[in-house]
């Protein structure tokens, strides 16, 4: 293996490389070698300086997130920077790539930065709900001001610092050869007087108004869901208030706290668990070679999966039944451009590039010009089987066929049309242009070189595609109806539709269940419905198919579970839905029991989890991992709870199965899957969550 950190002497300057990829993670060994380095150069009487500049793709991004589950390891991180800033001799860094965490505290640490354009640094440590803690709280607020510091320690989200070359986020820009650049700054610091980022407080200069941009953040984040935002401006004052040494203390100190919280744990969790879930099967072949797409029947909810495609740089081709339809979505496509034309997030330019590689045509036979053909017609399974069969007799014989479908099994959409090898099932979230997520869907016969090909236009599609067996529901809406069911059940034992919603809300979803459902409509849920009871496995509770009956359709209808009132809106309980809950009590002559918030979020979670447990039972989700990433990205899961295997998990899920347990008695709905039992032998595990 290569060093990770090597030492070379170019023109009286040490080059200190870190050569750790992909993203050079300040791992122990890179810690190591980067306090060997600084020991060899205090020695080299060559040296007058260095220079720190890193090999691939980045400057480090970080330290690497695994450790922080494992025992702390020497030499740890404030000592390399306490280190490097107190060299007599300078060094410079040498940004390019993602400076991020870690990796920007050893920057800040040293007597210079420079960095190519378009570098992007930022603190994700509150993302992962804890704070810097190589004394990135101490020195950046001596560099810049403090609403800048603020903006990147509180953000999360890295800047890019040739969009604000005077905030001080680096010293200067090089165009040309950053390492030439640096040596030369390097030599012109040796003769310098060196002021270390410790000593500076020209910042602190405005004392008054620092305490009150403070005091505004904290009012700002008092309600965020982690310590986090808190801790780092207790950090950030304290640079301004305390010693040095002490400030760093602190930092140190709230750092441990913070990254023991199951807030943290759970963060953490959601950001490898993503990487995992999205990342191809290995042993998959090559992908096929993707250039045009045909969109077929995709009517005006296939606009944003054809903005997607053109975005990623395919030509498009919407295909449908009639001229009018083609020619509406081709101008809904406009309209989504225009938008975000409008809002200035594309140029004009760019706009047209796009479009120039849209088209429409009316009739299926030009999917015969397409690589990868898109079926989005509505969610009807004959409908759609009908289509797939249509497009086998036209496509090229290799061409890629994607159903888009929410919950429908492919498996049967698929064999009537003679090419399921060929057949995959993408099911992208609305709208199609925003929503990261995508679920891929494996039939039982799609072909590996099938499989691949839909990861890799899922991956230049810039989403986030988890791999799904095929099944009815997948693993989104299976674990979200299994949701609605345990809510469903509260309302049964005597909990109002606002008490159900409001517990929910509180355990961190932007929406409650009954409030969503009201928004997305209630028609979509019945069909689903509709085609469970038609293979017996419909829920016992039947409130949609009685708010349908009684015209109660959603918000758009102004009246769903909730009426509504418009401008603004409002929605309220009313009696005709009280009179329904009372009959279906009745009907089900369910046992009333009596629930505070607490108890409805358990059996919320107790069903998401234990769904998602008989999700792994069933071969449908591969990782529990993938499971909770559907839910975060798709079903607006709270990050700081890692999603509902994580969650129950961090629960602990012993407790969480005597639960089932107690409920399955009167009701086999709670039924422990089996994959539960098994994780709870596994000592509280889920196999292959990561
Ligand atoms: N800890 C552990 N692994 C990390 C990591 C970190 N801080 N940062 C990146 N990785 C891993 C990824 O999991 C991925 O691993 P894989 O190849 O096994 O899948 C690999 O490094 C490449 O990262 P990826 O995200 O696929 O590359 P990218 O070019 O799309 O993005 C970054 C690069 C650095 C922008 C992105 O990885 C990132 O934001 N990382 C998090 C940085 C962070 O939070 N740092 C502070 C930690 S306190």
Redesign the pocket.
Known sequence: MAEMVTYALREGVAVITVNNL??N?LNRAVRAGLIAALERLADDNLARAAVLICKG??FP????????DAPDQAPHLPEVCNAIEASPKPIIACLH??A????YELALACHGRLAVPGTRVG???V??G?L?SAGGTQRLPRLVSIESALALLLGGS?VDVSAEPGAGFVDGLVEGDLLSAGIAHAQALATADLVPTRAKRQTFEGAFNYQQVVATARETHAGAPTRAPAAILDCVEAALLLPFDAGLDLERDLFRELRDTDEAKALRHG??AT??AT?PPKGLPEPRGIHSVALVSGGMSGAGIAVACLDAGYTVQILERDGDTAQSVEAAVGDIYQRAISRGRLSATSRDDRLSRLSSVVGVEAVAEADFVIEAAPEDAEVKSGILQEISAFAKPDAIIVTNTSHLDIDELAEPSGRASNIIGIHFYPPAHVHKLVEVVIGTVTSPLTEATGFAVATALRKSPVRVSSSEGYIGNRVHDAYREAADRAVMAGASLSAVDAAMRDFGFKTGPYESIDREGLELAHTRQRRAEAQGVAPRIKLIDALIRAGRTGQRAGRGFYSYKQDPIEAHEDEEVTAILWAERGRLNMEARSLAPKDIQTDCLLAMMNEGAKLLDEGIAERAGDIDVVMLLGFGFPRYKGGPMKAAELAGLLPMLRELEKRAESDPFWTPAGALREAVKNGNRFSGVL
């Open positions: 992909p993203v993670m793709r980045t991004a970080g330290a690497d997130i695994r450790d922080f790539g993602t991020l965490g870690g990796g603190f994700p440590e993302n992962l804890v810097p890295p950001f490898l990487r995992e990342k």
